[in-house]
């Protein structure tokens, strides 16, 4: 099946620096791609949905000068945390989907801890 | 305004049991009914989805009921395993506009007992 990988799955960054996690779509082209936070034992928070050659869509109260989303090309977008703080160490989860399909592979996760 | 109501929040089944997840929406543009399970500490994976236009679909130990008229999706888990122990997400989405992305539910945590 379809595979959507992340990269790092573990980082540990140090408060003020900024950090990039990258989604790469490995047998698709990716039109759209999609990133979520989530907390322990919480659902997944959408942040922002990520259109190849175009600027993200950003979902309300998410800082988009803080987290920024790069679509450069159809397999690979990047989401890079500015400015690090303790408050963002979460798990950071991205999402493909192929076409305007209805299925949406999901990659394996980034555990960000900022310290 | 809540979108996706997800029940119960946790679940504790014994093995061979019947493991049933619950799913209400308000939103009556969704039109694809996914079940997520994500195991911990990695992303979500797709366990079986159902289109408006059935009323249920199985695969395997997993079978999704879909009543319309209520707003309500269900996830029926047959002989459950130790294996299943998981979170499940009903994750419903629509073709267009504010639906277009999924919309998770808060989550089931389910432990099978061997």
């Known amino acids: 099946g379809a595979v959507v990988s992340q990269h790092p799955s573990r980082v540990i960054c140090k408060s003020g620096t900024s950090v990039k996690i990258e989604c790469r779509s490995l047998d698709f082209q990716a039109t759209t791609m999609f990133w979520y936070r989530q907390f322990p034992k919480q659902s997944l928070m959408l942040m922002a949905t990520?259109?190849?050659?175009?600027?993200?869509?950003?979902e309300q109260g998410v800082e988009k000068d803080k987290f920024l989303i790069n679509h450069a090309s159809l397999t690979l977008s990047t989401l890079t945390v500015t400015s690090a703080h303790p408050e963002d160490s979460s798990f950071y989860i991205c999402?493909?989907?192929?076409?305007?399909?209805?299925?949406?592979?999901f990659g394996e996760g980034s555990w960000l801890t900022v310290v | 305004q809540q979108q996706v109501k997800q029940s119960p929040q946790s679940l504790i089944v014994q093995k061979g049991g019947i493991s049933i997840i619950n799913c209400a929406y308000e939103?009556?543009?969704?039109?694809?009914f996914p079940w997520y399970q994500q195991f911990p500490g990695k992303g979500p994976a797709l366990l079986i989805a159902?289109?408006?236009?059935?009323s249920e679909k199985k695969e395997g130990r997993f079978t999704i009921s879909f009543n319309k008229s209520a707003k309500q999706f269900s996830l029926h888990i047959m002989d459950s395993q130790p294996g299943d122990s998981a979170t499940y997400f009903c994750a419903p989405k629509g073709p267009s506009g504010s639906a277009r992305q999924l919309t998770f539910g808060s989550g089931t945590q389910l432990t099978v007992l061997p």
């Open positions: 990520s259109n190849e050659g175009s600027k993200a869509t950003y």
């Open positions: 999402s493909a989907r192929a076409g305007e399909g209805n299925t949406i592979y």
């Open positions: 939103n009556t543009a969704f039109d694809y």
């Open positions: 159902i289109r408006p236009d059935v």
